[in-house]
């Protein structure tokens, strides 16, 4: 028996309706913009801005085939991850400017 869609886009929508099909969107859209943003300037912080990126674009690819946030493993690695990779460009950011 099969307990998802083994498809995260697909889950989020057949499970949890629109909604969730957006609410899924903005967990990888608002790191991507964020992500980006900080790539573009030059700073010490690109590479996290880079290791934050490919993170979230591998937690899409990996979405593909199965559903990564119905685990809680799987949920937590990827939000302390962006939260942490987030906070070292924010701080990067906040160093320089003083």
Same mark, same amino acid.
């Given at each position: 028996?099969?307990?998802?869609?083994?498809?995260?886009?697909?889950?989020?929508?057949?499970?949890?309706?629109? &909604?969730?099909? #957006?609410?899924?969107?903005?967990?990888? *859209? @608002?790191?991507? !913009?964020? +992500? %980006?943003?900080?790539?573009?300037?030059?700073?010490?912080?690109?590479?996290?801005?880079?290791?934050? &990126?490919?993170? #979230?674009?591998?937690?899409?690819?990996? *979405? @593909?085939?199965? !559903?990564? +946030? %119905?685990?809680?493993?799987?949920?937590?690695?990827?939000?302390?991850?962006?939260?942490?990779?987030?906070?070292?460009?924010?701080?990067?950011?906040?160093?320089?400017?003083?």
């Amino acid at each position: 028996f099969f307990y998802n869609a083994h498809n995260e886009i697909l889950h989020a929508l057949a499970t949890e309706g629109i &909604l969730g099909g #957006v609410a899924l969107a903005l967990v990888y *859209g @608002a790191p991507i !913009v964020f +992500f %980006v943003r900080c790539l573009r300037r030059c700073d010490a912080a690109q590479s996290y801005a880079l290791a934050g &990126l490919l993170l #979230v674009l591998s937690f899409i690819g990996f *979405g @593909a085939t199965q !559903v990564m +946030f %119905v685990h809680h493993i799987g949920s937590a690695f990827y939000s302390l991850m962006v939260c942490v990779l987030a906070g070292i460009c924010i701080a990067s950011q906040k160093s320089r400017e003083t």
